[in-house]
């Protein structure tokens, strides 16, 4: 019997295959090459986020120290990562209930998703990733911000926040490069909707 641990891992690898197929056009831009990978690894990535998630809320001891930036600027991303987590969670549960094999394919994955019955929380969902992409870009044009970010990975390493602070580095390389977010993050946004409106047959 798949337990639950394994299931979540096989979720969070069809997860990244699927956005990895429907982005790769996104992908192959080379300003947004990055951004794509840390959306498809750092974001939805097939691994254990726990030490990344489990300090991600204690990271107003760097943000504090950081030129420029203010809590509330990570707030948004703090709670896509939260979102993410409880959705992916209730999702698995739920397709093992529903007897759904580890080996699952869209159409199994599509009718779980609509039985989950939150259209209201994914939308939310897709609306905290848009708001994230555009306000981490916005930072993102800090130099002073960057040299922050990687000079104060020690800090984070002995606050034990170090997951979380190389999540925040990872996204503000990402996008260091791009010249204007809009394409990409407007892309991901009305796919993902018209995607959510199909599975959910609005």
């Given amino acids: 019997m798949t337990t639950f641990k394994p299931y979540r891992l096989a ?4 997860q990244s295959r699927r956005l990895r197929r429907d982005y790769d056009d996104l992908a192959v831009i080379p300003q947004y090459e990055p951004v794509g990978e840390f959306f498809f690894t750092e974001m939805y990535g097939p691994r254990d986020f726990s030490d990344r998630d489990a300090g991600a809320r204690r990271l107003n001891h760097i943000i504090q120290m950081l030129p420029g930036v203010h809590l509330n600027d ?5 709670d896509l990562l939260e979102l993410t987590n409880v959705l992916d969670d209730s999702l698995t549960a739920l397709m093992l209930e529903l007897e759904i094999g580890i080996d699952f394919d869209e159409a199994a994955y ?6 989950a019955d939150n259209y209201d929380a994914r939308l939310y969902q897709l609306n905290l990733v848009n708001n994230c992409m555009h306000n981490v870009f916005r930072l993102s044009r800090s130099h002073l911000l960057g040299i922050g970010l990687h000079r104060s990975r020690m800090l984070a390493a002995l606050a034990g926040i170090e997951a979380a602070h190389a999540f925040l580095v990872k996204g503000y390389d990402a ?3 791009v010249s204007d977010i809009n ?3 407007t892309t991901v946004r009305l796919r993902e909707l018209e995607r959510l409106n199909r599975i959910y047959n609005r």
Avoid: N
């Fill in 11 to 14: 979720l969070q690898v069809f």
């Fill in 74 to 78: 990570v707030e948004e991303v703090l």
């Fill in 110 to 115: 599509e009718y779980a998703y609509r039985v």
């Fill in 175 to 177: 996008l260091r490069d």
């Fill in 183 to 185: 394409h990409f993050a």
